[in-house]
């Protein structure tokens, strides 16, 4: 079982810099698939950034070049770092975990979401 907590998210003007975190907890590999998706207001969860299973990171193409994620493994924590934000942006963001099991395939483990608010 694995447990994310989000903090960081709030309200920011656009061109502004927020950072995200997500704690993870309780039993997990570290270099298992884990990253960020984002839920607009009626619109479908979308990736924002991640690590792969052969840690790389990728990104969707709408926050290359102003989001970056990294994380401290010595802090079970993965970060979101955004930069030069726009009113697009704004969203739930979601910490997300896959966990691999081989009587199901890969399971996707959620934080339970962090609001992010760009307006002027």
């Known amino acids: 079982q694995v447990q994310l907590v989000e903090s960081g998210g709030g309200f920011v003007q656009p061109g502004g810099s927020l950072s995200l975190s997500c704690l993870a907890s309780g039993s997990f590999a570290s270099l298992n698939p884990m990253g960020w998706y984002r839920q607009a207001p009626g619109k479908q969860r979308e990736l924002v950034a991640r690590?792969?299973?052969?840690?790389?990171?990728n990104y969707a193409d709408s926050v290359k070049g102003r989001f970056t994620i990294s994380r401290d493994g010595a802090k079970n924590t993965v970060y979101l770092q955004m930069n030069n934000l726009k009113h697009e942006d704004t969203a739930v963001y979601y910490c997300?975990?896959?966990?691999?099991?081989?009587?199901?395939?890969?399971?996707?483990?959620w934080g339970q979401g962090t609001q992010v608010t760009v307006s002027s």
């Open positions: 997300n975990y896959k966990d691999y099991k081989p009587s199901g395939g890969w399971y996707d483990y």
């Open positions: 690590f792969t299973s052969v840690g790389t990171s």
